[in-house]
């Protein structure tokens, strides 16, 4: 079983990989060396001579991310690791600017960080990757080399031994002791991968935190663009805003007015039919332009919420076209911005469900255990929702949920239920 | 007087169909863009245009492109458009062809049902109709030595309204005073802008163009 296993390992790919990327360990720590070497001499001179060096040494610079890029390239390819390129800041405005990304850049100095390990790491590598290998080889081809270039030796009782090892007094020079030596060279093969890997342990834990980008800027990335969904999602709700209120209230608000005018008029003619017919038909006007603001400012922010997640969920779970009930679990109230984003998510799932999952009924669980919240939407529909389908607009929901740290999750297998989960950090 | 509206939003084109028709006058047809409008206007003959200016597609100046289309087959065709605001480039490039039979309204200016049908008559006549909120924006935005500078407080008020349209009865009547001092401002405001002797109703015009910043060539 365990010998089975032991082959395996020694003939897989992974290893062939890990040992040729311990072979290069050393070639590559050389070149590594030769960078670090001359951009550590170039700064330390260049403290006395800035004028004239300072141009130089981004050079260099550039240089040591150029092989530290190699490095992680080659770790990419032979070690299955996935380490992506670091981004490098834009550059600021000015000197300190110009300074900031060529000289005083993260990326670079910590390029050079790893290439000054590079060196004695591939000897390591090197010496623990590669040479139990041949350690082993040699061991497994004792019984040849025996044959074939003996060594005679005469120990200390004059007796003549042909061997081509000894161990103190132990002659390896009958086959018996030969093959032995063969065995041992066998077990010493079987162990080599794991010497290999676990020489590479080093470099595996360096090389993103050296040579990736660094936690900063990849939170730095996502917060740019979280922060560019946010906008247009506002410009978005604005337009929207607009549209309505344009087209709709503000259009019948001067029907409303020419109405009113034209009763004005008819009241001077004294045509008092015709006025009291003009005057109903305002009023009823008037009534559905409160009804179409009231729509709108809900649409805004609902008069509902002031109470209270559960009270505004209920009020959503009322006018919900699915059956729905809700239970809420909250030991505070949250703060009222991730309010309203629970309230607008719960809104929105409801309507996608209505839509899309042919359910019967929906079940709206808010839990929360201090740090985060979680809304939870199980429907008993016919399922197959999913983040990227087209028109369901889990997609944006999920956008915006993650503009705020947080996570949507999608569990539906085709035929249901479904489960749709969206948590959100109380602190945002 | 027969009129064909051209307006997209139907709760304010069957506001406006209403109104005409009470106090008196006939629609031929309502339509909803400008294609429409120029089909309809062939096959009706109507008296006066009504229009809105933004409509579809584009919803930015298809009234006005309709507008100046229309007047280029016939010149005399009373055209009155409505705005939501003041477009005052649109308003200067239809002033550009000359000022009879041009209105441009802002459309809360039909809540008032008496002034509204002041100008549409007015306009139907040959004359001008601008709502004074075209005309102060125009004013305001003018790049020509303004006008209201040489003039006195008075001649400024009387400047306003004859820019507006109105004939000299109606700006006595709205600042109330008698007609003849209405045509003493007139004629001393005609001096101030150094207009040549010639028909009274030409130079009105170049005052109000002058005044407006849209004069041609200054």
Known sequence: MIAKRALREIIAARTWREVLYALLGWPLGMLGFAAVAATLLLTVASIGTVVVLVPILPLFLALDRVVAGLCRRTANRLLGLDVPKPTRQPRGPGLLGFLGRYVADPVSWRSVAYLALRLPLGLVQFGFGVLPWLYALTFMGYPLIWKLTPGHVTDRYGVRHSSALQLGSFYFDTWPRAMLAAAFGALVLCACPWITRASLLIDRWLLPRLLGPSASSVRIRELEETRANAINEAAATLRRIERDLHDGVQARLVALGMQLGRAESRLKAQEYDRVSELVRTSRQDAKEIIGELRELVRGIHPPALDSGLEPALRTLAARSPIPASVRVELPQRPPASVETMLYFSAAELLTNAGKHSGASTIALTLLSDGERTRLIATDDGKGGARLDGAGTGLRGLAERVRTVDGHLDVDSPPGGPTTITIELPIRL | ?218
Do not use: C, W
Request: aromatic share 4%.
């Open chain 2, 1 to 218: 007087m027969l009129v064909v509206i051209a307006e997209d939003t139907a709760i304010l084109r069957g506001g406006l169909i209403g109104l005409l028709e009470d106090e008196g006058h006939q629609v031929a047809a309502a339509v909803a863009d400008g294609e429409a409008l120029k089909l309809a206007v062939a096959e009706h003959r109507p008296d006066i245009v009504v229009a809105d200016i933004r409509m579809p597609p584009t919803h930015t100046d298809e009234g006005v492109r309709a507008a100046l289309e229309l007047r280029s087959r016939d010149p005399k065709l009373p055209v009155l458009l409505f705005s939501q605001y003041v477009e005052t480039q649109y308003a200067g490039r239809l002033l550009a062809g000359g000022s009879a039979g041009i209105g441009y309204l802002l459309k809360e200016r039909v809540l008032d049902v008496k002034d509204f049908v002041d100008a549409l008559e007015r306009v139907a006549a040959g004359g001008t109709a601008l709502d004074p909120e075209v005309v102060s924006q125009l004013v305001g935005a003018s790049r020509a030595t303004s006008v209201a500078d040489v003039l006195s407080p008075r001649e400024r008020e009387v400047m306003a309204l004859m820019a507006e349209g109105r004939s000299n009865s109606a700006i006595a009547e709205a600042l109330f005073v008698t007609e003849r001092a209405v045509e003493k401002h007139v004629a001393n405001i005609f001096t101030k802008l150094d207009l040549p002797v010639s028909a009274a109703d030409h130079r009105r015009v170049l005052a109000v163009l002058r005044y407006l910043g849209l004069e041609q060539g200054r």
